[in-house]
């Protein structure tokens, strides 16, 4: 069997790596013309980084990236609305993982290229086109960085990663329309800074209209540094429009940001020094896509961002397309026919990511900010007299066993 992969990102890299590990070829076309380490921090659950670990790559991850310890909940004037320990520290068989999102798909892209070979992974290849027949899937990729003809091939089945833009996912879906905007700016920026609490910790600051997100994701110049991502979330526009298109990825400005990060406090942590000693930064919109009907269309299926964007909320963006690379392999192996393995991994990962997408929408658990944030908006003296300490931890928990983490964090115990 052979298997064609269209995006060289976290979804599709695992893919190759976890199909390698079944005796299944892969090779995946990414259109950028070299991957390189981009992005800011992300944090990879548990129940996902087990995945990884099952490949061998526990070492190397363990090597760029920090072994998440706590997680706090607060509202936007610094006060403590939930605490939880995390990964290890909460029972888990393997960490949860604070990482800046370059280095987690470098992590990953290497280990394809050392298993099954530099030419596993073709960059500079664009979809143009692709067709199926009874006997498997033909695709034209054009090279986007030399001009040429590009390269047509041939599988078995394709399946389509390549992001929340998806090529695969409009080829069946031509009318879908722009990503789905919530009205929420996004400025994401990292840079080497003091350690605050424990050096292994996150914060999170406000609920969906407004949100600050703190927490290290690698080893700083100094002892006492850490690389550390920072996230502002503001609620600036319609949600009922679409994003501006130039709206994606632009270089943030600082007197744009600013007045809006003015609105927190975090204790031990100074919000506007720490803005404005980030050598860059970026500015985009908040955007998830609706549910799908389908995902699979006979020898075609569509995998991570591609099948199911999700804002940010919960750490479940990569942690999901992980768990969307294992289902698929597992039954690439054990079906009679690969048809039959995508209808399945469809009827498996659909509903399940398509609930986080609703609940994602709602604020995931980051919930529990907004709920104590709508009883007092100007602060509180006892969070127990606010929102008593069961029904915060139904909001966090809830999330939690819909994601699967629960479950899986159980099983590996």
Same mark, same amino acid.
């Given at each position: 069997?052979?298997?064609?992969?269209?995006?060289?990102?976290?979804?599709?890299?695992?893919?190759?790596?976890?199909?390698?590990?079944?005796?299944?070829g892969?090779? *995946?076309?990414?259109?950028?013309?070299?991957?390189?380490?981009?992005?800011?921090?992300?944090?990879?659950?548990?129940?996902?980084?087990?995945?990884?670990?099952?490949?061998?790559?526990?070492?190397?991850?363990?090597?760029?990236a920090?072994?998440?310890?706590?997680?706090?909940?607060?509202?936007?004037?610094?006060?403590?609305?939930?605490?939880?320990?995390?990964?290890?520290?909460?029972?888990?068989? *393997?960490?949860?993982?604070?990482?800046?999102?370059?280095?987690?798909?470098?992590?990953?892209?290497?280990?394809?290229?050392?298993?099954?070979?530099?030419?596993a992974?073709?960059?500079?290849?664009?979809?143009?086109?692709?067709?199926?027949?009874?006997?498997?899937?033909?695709?034209?990729?054009?090279?986007?960085?030399?001009?040429?003809?590009?390269?047509?091939v041939?599988?078995?089945?394709?399946i389509?990663a390549?992001?929340i833009?998806?090529?695969?996912?409009?080829?069946?879906?031509?009318?879908?329309?722009?990503?789905c905007?919530?009205?929420?700016?996004?400025w994401?920026?990292?840079?080497?800074w003091?350690?605050?609490?424990?050096?292994?910790?996150?914060i *999170?600051?406000?609920?969906?209209?407004?949100?600050?997100?703190?927490?290290?994701?690698?080893?700083?110049?100094?002892?006492g540094?850490?690389?550390?991502?920072?996230?502002?979330?503001?609620?600036?526009?319609?949600?009922?429009?679409?994003?501006?298109?130039?709206?994606w990825?632009?270089?943030?400005?600082?007197?744009?940001?600013?007045?809006?990060?003015?609105?927190?406090?975090?204790?031990g942590?100074d919000?506007?020094?720490m803005?404005?000693?980030?050598?860059?930064?970026?500015?985009?919109?908040?955007?998830?896509?609706?549910?799908?009907?389908?995902?699979?269309?006979?020898r075609?299926?569509?995998?991570?961002?591609a099948?199911?964007?999700?804002?940010?909320?919960?750490?479940?963006?990569?942690?999901?397309?992980?768990?969307?690379a294992?289902?698929?392999?597992?039954?690439?192996?054990?079906?009679?026919?690969?048809?039959?393995?995508?209808?399945?991994?469809?009827?498996?990962?659909?509903?399940?990511?398509?609930?986080?997408?609703?609940?994602n929408?709602?604020?995931?658990?980051?919930?529990?900010?907004?709920?104590?944030?709508?009883?007092a908006?100007?602060?509180?003296?006892?969070?127990?007299? *606010?929102?008593?300490?069961?029904?915060?931890?139904m909001?966090?928990?809830?999330?939690?066993?819909?994601?699967?983490a629960?479950?899986?964090?159980?099983?590996?115990?």
């Amino acid at each position: 069997m052979k298997v064609i992969i269209v995006g060289g990102g976290i979804g599709g890299l695992t893919l190759a790596l976890m199909l390698h590990a079944r005796g299944i070829g892969a090779t *995946v076309y990414e259109q950028s013309g070299e991957i390189r380490e981009v992005g800011v921090g992300i944090n990879t659950l548990p129940h996902a980084i087990g995945e990884l670990a099952e490949l061998g790559l526990l070492p190397a991850l363990d090597a760029v990236a920090i072994r998440t310890r706590e997680l706090r909940y607060l509202n936007r004037f610094g006060q403590e609305v939930w605490r939880e320990p995390r990964g290890l520290h909460a029972g888990a068989k *393997v960490p949860q993982f604070s990482i800046h999102r370059g280095r987690l798909q470098g992590v990953i892209h290497d280990a394809v290229a050392a298993r099954l070979g530099e030419d596993a992974i073709r960059t500079g290849r664009r979809l143009q086109g692709f067709f199926q027949d009874e006997g498997g899937v033909t695709a034209h990729f054009a090279d986007t960085r030399f001009g040429e003809s590009g390269e047509t091939v041939r599988g078995d089945i394709l399946i389509g990663a390549d992001g929340i833009h998806s090529a695969v996912r409009a080829h069946y879906f031509p009318d879908q329309g722009p990503p789905c905007w919530n009205g929420v700016q996004m400025w994401r920026g990292a840079l080497d800074w003091p350690v605050f609490l424990d050096g292994q910790s996150m914060i *999170v600051a406000g609920g969906m209209a407004g949100k600050l997100v703190l927490y290290p994701i690698g080893a700083g110049a100094t002892p006492g540094t850490r690389l550390t991502n920072w996230v502002v979330n503001i609620r600036t526009g319609d949600p009922a429009k679409p994003p501006p298109k130039e709206a994606w990825s632009k270089p943030g400005r600082l007197e744009d940001v600013l007045p809006f990060a003015r609105r927190f406090t975090v204790p031990g942590v100074d919000i506007m020094a720490m803005i404005r000693a980030t050598p860059g930064f970026w500015d985009y919109p908040m955007c998830d896509r609706d549910p799908l009907p389908r995902w699979t269309h006979g020898r075609v299926s569509l995998l991570g961002d591609a099948a199911h964007p999700m804002y940010p909320v919960g750490s479940n963006g990569a942690s999901q397309a992980i768990l969307d690379a294992r289902c698929l392999a597992d039954l690439l192996v054990t079906a009679e026919h690969p048809r039959h393995a995508l209808q399945a991994y469809e009827a498996k990962r659909l509903p399940a990511t398509a609930e986080i997408v609703a609940m994602n929408r709602i604020g995931g658990p980051e919930r529990v900010i907004d709920a104590v944030e709508a009883l007092a908006p100007n602060g509180f003296d006892d969070v127990e007299r *606010v929102l008593g300490y069961a029904k915060r931890e139904m909001i966090v928990k809830t999330y939690a066993g819909k994601t699967g983490a629960t479950k899986a964090d159980a099983a590996r115990r």
